[in-house]
């Protein structure tokens, strides 16, 4: 399905839940074939095409992004805001430009945050972005941030086979502690095994004005912990 330009200008509620497909997503749902042009603008949990996907057994594929998201709160990415648990989101571009307006953080060109806290982990893969991600704290080309909230060590946060092509800039909010990091693809993972990055790319700028824990090409931080 192709879903013409669309526009969202949300209330001031946190978090938003907008998306250009749909503002959340839950337990054993598919999303897929889907390009959507869209111009949004929310607080947190906001994405080009979902808000937000908590649950299990959810699938995000063969997803198209293009357009404008801008998001003043936390959790904002190119073709999802946040990902927690059991979803899978694969085969999916975002071209759209993500950005923070002048307080928004945690956002990536393809997912903003990643989160793990039951026994089925989100996996990412052979997913690229083209759009310049813009971030006042934590920012990476694929994923923003990646936590993993788990005793058990034996699992991860999968992201493979991605690519990014966009610029990524860091810009100084002073509200803003610098915790975390931007990475190519990935910009901060919270513990040591919050993220596992496997054959990746990335070919975009990286131009950092603010105080954080690192700044990589391919990883920003890792083992940092959250706010």
Do not use: W
């Not at 889907?34 to 995000?60: D, F, R, T």
């Not at 893969?125 to 005793?151: E, H, L, P, Q, R």
């Amino acid at each position: 399905g192709f879903c013409s330009t669309i526009k969202i200008e949300s209330s001031s509620y946190d978090p938003t839940y907008a998306g250009g497909i749909a503002g959340f997503v839950a337990s054993n749902s598919e999303v897929c074939g889907i390009a959507s042009s869209v111009q949004i603008k929310g607080s947190s949990q906001v994405g080009g095409a979902v808000g937000a996907a908590i649950g299990e057994n959810i699938a995000l594929r063969n997803i198209f992004t293009s357009g404008n998201v801008t998001g003043s709160g936390l959790e904002i990415g190119g073709v999802v805001g946040r990902i927690e648990n059991g979803v899978t989101l694969y085969n999916s571009i975002n071209y759209a430009t993500v950005d923070c307006g002048t307080t928004g953080a945690e956002i990536g060109g393809v997912v903003g945050y990643s989160k793990y806290i039951d026994k089925i982990m989100p996996h990412i893969y052979y997913c690229v972005n083209t759009g310049s991600v813009k971030s006042c704290n934590a920012g990476g080309g694929v994923v923003g941030i990646a936590f993993y909230d788990m005793k058990d060590y034996s699992s991860t946060i999968m992201i493979e086979k991605c690519a990014n092509f966009g610029a990524i800039e860091g810009i100084n909010n002073a509200s803003h502690k610098g915790y975390s990091g931007f990475g190519g693809i990935l910009g901060n993972s919270y513990n040591s095994n919050g993220a596992q990055v496997a054959h990746c790319a990335n070919f975009g700028n990286l131009d950092i004005d603010c105080t954080v824990h690192g700044v990589g090409g391919i990883v920003g931080a890792i083992g940092t912990d959250p706010p």
